[in-house]
């Protein structure tokens, strides 16, 4: 079993940048594909962005392509997802999730292992 836990959000300005981290223990990390999602007060869970095994192909929302980047550290057992140029409407908590098997998939549904989450507030 996977346990995900995620680091580095907090309070920014608008036009600020943040990097999440979610270091992996307990499994074989090379061997999941991995996903990060946010949920914000009221609304149901959203895909952010996700990343193959090898990190060789990666998949993001529409409102955050050209701003937020996913990568993977394999010999790290870390996924990290780069924010920049955050809008308050990106407040929300980030979750890091893990999947068995070769492709990313955007849906909750499509993942097997959950981390705690982290928040990030961005103020106008």
């Known amino acids: 079993q996977v346990q995900l836990v995620e680091s580095g959000g907090g309070l920014v300005q608008a036009g600020d940048s943040l990097r999440l981290s979610c270091a992996a223990s307990?499994?074989?990390?090379?061997?999941?594909?991995m996903g990060w999602f946010r949920q914000a007060p009221g609304k149901e869970r959203e895909f952010v962005s996700a990343?193959?095994?090898?990190?060789?192909?990666?998949y993001q929302t529409d409102s955050v392509k050209g701003r937020f980047a996913i990568s993977r550290d394999n010999a790290k057992n870390t996924v990290y997802l780069q924010m920049n140029e955050l809008k308050p409407e990106d407040t929300a908590i980030y979750y890091c999730?893990?999947?068995?098997?070769?492709?990313?998939?955007?849906?909750?549904?499509?993942?097997?292992?959950w981390g705690q989450g982290t928040q990030v507030t961005v103020s106008s």
């Open positions: 999730a893990a999947r068995r098997g070769l492709s990313a998939r955007p849906g909750v549904d499509d993942y097997d292992y």
């Open positions: 307990g499994g074989s990390f090379s061997g999941y594909a």
């Open positions: 990343i193959t095994r090898s990190g060789g192909s990666t």
